[in-house]
């Protein structure tokens, strides 16, 4: 399963992507609206840093207007991917770009049926969410278990984003469940890393390291 980061914050991309791990980014208006800078400047900044698809979603709600702002977003650089929002101008949408070669990310994805209706159309990526399943008290993985089971009949070549990750048991059930990709917010990347086991093992080969070179300096 390939790992992307979920976000719009350019020293938590830089972290990341320094430890070899990441293969893309996603972003949404929520997070840009949480950094400075123009988005097309942050975009660009984002590919530098990441050679993956970089998920840039539009504001628009008609398909025309879709279209358009997909085209302007996807010649900002080619490893951006259009993100395109679950509804029936969002499909018709993802099938006009599909055409042109540009890539679509359809996010907002709930339902199998959802998702291989963005399939059908088109779309490179489904973005199924999670978390936002969780806080209605559903089973998100169960949820990405269907879709992920879905599509692998599809005739399509979609693969199966995760999205709204909440925590490191989310990444990992998305593996067990055969998603393509989970897109994860930083924190979780940096909780990730951690175990007391994995800090106490450090802890105790770096004292044992540091006793054994002050005997040999008594020597």
């Not at 996603?26 to 942050?42: A, F, W, Y």
């Not at 207007?65 to 010649?75: F, H, N």
């Not at 291989?116 to 993985?141: C, H, K, M, T, W």
């Not at 984003?161 to 490191?168: C, D, G, Q, T, V």
């Amino acid at each position: 399963m390939k790992l992307f980061v979920d976000t719009a914050d350019l020293n938590d991309i830089e972290t990341i992507a320094g430890w070899g791990v990441l293969d893309g980014v996603t972003t949404n208006p929520t997070l840009l609206s949480k950094v400075e800078g123009e988005p097309d400047d942050i975009y660009r900044r984002v590919c530098e840093l990441v050679n993956g698809p970089v998920s840039a979603e539009v504001v628009a709600e008609a398909r025309a207007e879709m279209v358009e702002e997909g085209r302007r977003l996807a010649a900002i650089h080619p490893n951006i991917v259009v993100k395109l929002p679950m509804s029936a101008e969002g499909l018709a949408a993802t099938a006009t770009l599909a055409e042109d070669d540009v890539r679509v990310n359809m996010t907002l994805v709930f339902t199998a049926p959802q998702a291989l209706l963005a399939s059908s159309a088109g779309a490179a990526f489904v973005s199924p969410f999670l978390g936002r399943y969780d806080d209605i008290g559903e089973n998100g993985v169960e949820r990405l278990r269907e879709i992920v089971e879905s599509l692998e009949t599809s005739l399509h070549d979609t693969e199966v984003l995760a999205a709204s990750i909440r925590n490191p048991v989310h990444v990992t059930e998305a593996a067990r469940m055969g998603a393509d990709i989970a897109t994860i917010p930083p924190k979780v990347f940096y909780q990730m890393l951690q175990h007391p086991l994995t800090a106490k093992g450090i802890d105790t080969f770096t004292q044992d390291f540091e006793a054994r070179r002050a005997r040999g300096a008594e020597a």
